[in-house]
């Protein structure tokens, strides 16, 4: 089983936040999935998480380098961040607030 570290795009830091949240080793991250992760680092590290480390994430399940993810599956990988934005925007500013930029 290979420790997170072995994988493309997982240096220590992202290492480290992905232990944080109780992800050890490959299978946990397979098991969990990328938007998953994604999620739980942002509930613990407010300024932590970006689209780049989303892909990152995936092609570390994938087991390429990000750079190398297929356009569908970026797509789709966009759409959720940005979904994810607009929830953090939201509940941030709250719905009354939310002005349309």
């Not at 089983?1 to 232990?19: E, F, Q, R, V």
């Not at 750079?67 to 509940?91: I, P, Q, T, V, W």
Request: proline share 1%.
């Amino acid at each position: 089983m290979k420790t997170l570290t072995d994988l493309p795009n997982i240096g220590k830091t992202l290492a480290d936040k992905l232990n944080k949240i109780g992800i050890k080793n490959e299978q946990d991250l397979k098991q969990i999935g990328s938007e998953n992760a994604i999620l739980k680092i942002s509930a613990i590290e407010k300024s932590g998480v970006c689209i780049n480390m989303l892909y990152a994430l995936e092609g570390a399940i994938q087991g390429i380098r990000w750079h190398g993810l297929d356009n569908e599956k970026k797509d789709e990988l966009k759409a959720f961040y940005r979904m994810f934005e607009l929830s953090e925007k939201l509940s941030k500013e709250g719905i009354n607030n939310f002005k349309k930029h």
